[in-house]
């Protein structure tokens, strides 16, 4: 394989930059649009939506209960597919919860029942949860 000289890499380098200058032309763009393999859902670009993350990208079916409801949904609200199926995003197929929570006791009371089974007797607060005379990880002070 031949190694190109510094001039002709920052040549190679300049006209790949120019050719895409506008991201739309790169062979790797999908109109914004992609299909996350990991939970299945679809995402889609969207630079100037609050909760965008790094890559300004947002849950599709997120976006179709926004437009729904005419505003933007709370981070701890949940969107639920009735069908069960991800992809499916139609505005009929989709139920907002006001929590996480509220969506698993509803929806999901299989897993609300194993983790309340999971918990039975155990208390859980910062007067019960450290040993006598232990700081806790969020109180320790600045030496």
Known sequence: MDKLSPEAR?????????RYADPTNHPSYKGGRILRSKNNYIYIKDRNHPFGGKQSYVAEHRLVVEK???????????????????????PDNLELFSSHGEHTKKRHPEVAERAR?????????ISTEFKKGMTPWNKKSVG
């Open 10 to 18: 920052e040549s190679q380098k300049e006209k790949l930059r120019k």
């Open 68 to 90: 729904k409801i005419g505003r933007y949904l709370k981070p701890e609200e949940a969107v639920h597919h009735i069908d069960n199926d991800p992809q499916n995003n139609h």
């Open 117 to 125: 089974l999971s918990n039975l007797g155990k208390r859980r607060s």
